[in-house]
Nanobody
Framework: VLLQASGGGLVQAGGSLRLSCAVS????????MGWYRQAPGKQRELVAS???????NYADSVKGRFTISRDNAKNTVYLQMGSLRPEDTAVYYC????????WGQGTQVTVSS
């Protein structure tokens, strides 16, 4: 399985970005996915995930601002991020909800104040 995240960049506080994660090497519908992020000097954390029954779950820090979604036909998972804050600055990765696949490269998001 190969996970390729893209869509990051430099944005001002209050701005928006949409991240994409292309999943390749999976023959059947891929499982519940999550978006993770790792800021410098901090541990990687799960910020958004799909759950059973097509529900979603979010870390308190991003609730109401981020939305996870997927396009099964394109084998792609998205993270729509709005009202961005400087503390959202991190490298963002996607993986299964239990982080069972090898990590991809991630995409850098930098939010300036």
């Amino acid at each position: 399985v190969l996970l390729q995240a893209s869509g990051g960049g430099l944005v001002q506080a209050g701005g928006s970005l949409r991240l994409s994660c292309a999943v390749s090497g999976v023959v059947v519908r891929f499982p519940a996915m999550g978006w993770y992020r790792q800021a410098p000097g901090k541990q990687r954390e799960l910020v958004a995930s799909e759950t059973t029954g097509d529900s979603t779950n979010y870390a308190d820090s991003v609730k109401g601002r981020f939305t996870i979604s997927r396009d099964n036909a394109k084998n792609t998972v998205y993270l729509q991020m709005g009202s961005l804050r400087p503390e959202d600055t991190a490298v963002y990765y996607c993986n299964t909800r239990g982080a069972r696949w090898p990590w991809g490269q991630g995409t850098q998001v930098t939010v300036s104040s």
